[in-house]
């Protein structure tokens, strides 16, 4: 509301500016003109100021509004929910923007590029949906790639450390005393000869 009452007040000022500059070119011109409109223009605004200092003090106060802990002021009494009430209630750090599922990102897209001019709404609603596919995709690579490594590999543990093994271009090494899957599996160098370089631990594997 801030913003829109000084954008008017701004558009207002240039109205003013405008009128008084073609009323200062009705009695002057050249450079005689525009030294009338800028000391017209700095009268104006001493009488503003002035005027405005000896107006404010006479404003109403307006009483600040101390709200209670855990409620939420509904303005314009638009109706709400109740689970979505108890939300609100909780503060705005948990009031968060709802996660779209797949269909409601399509209809977004549709949505977004209907905003656009006619001759972009097709490119638009492309694109849109190229950085849904992109999006998704990447999210299912990213969740097969864990699976991946997870499942091959864990290996039953033995009960020495061997040197690494290597099968369709993974390196396995066992580690007594643990448990099949008891740890995340992360990665180990090798040496030349093939030994490990870490101690023992949990299950670790190589791409």
Known sequence: ???????????????????????????????????????????????????WNAVRPLLPKRGRHS?????????????????FQQTLRLGPR????????GAEKVALARNVSSRVPE????????ECVDVLVRAEGGRERRTRGVRGGCDGSVRPSGSKLEAGRQRHGRVYTRVPGRAQ?????????????????????????HQ
């Open 181 to 205: 899957g008891s740890e995340w599996p992360t990665s180990f160098d090798l040496n030349i000869d093939g030994e490990s370089k870490e101690p023992a631990g949990s299950y670790h594997s």
């Open 1 to 51: 509301m801030c913003k829109i009452i000084r954008s008017e007040c701004w558009r207002q000022v240039r109205f003013y500016r405008d009128c008084l500059r073609v009323s200062c070119g009705r009695f002057q011109t050249g450079r005689h003109r525009e030294k009338l409109y800028r000391r017209c223009y700095h009268e104006a605004e001493l009488a503003t100021e002035s005027l």
């Open 94 to 101: 948990f009031n968060l923007e709802p996660s779209l599922r």
């Open 67 to 83: 709200s209670e802990a855990g409620t939420f002021i509904n303005l314009g009494d638009t109706p709400i929910p109740e689970r």
């Open 119 to 126: 001759n972009e709404r097709c490119r638009c609603t492309s």
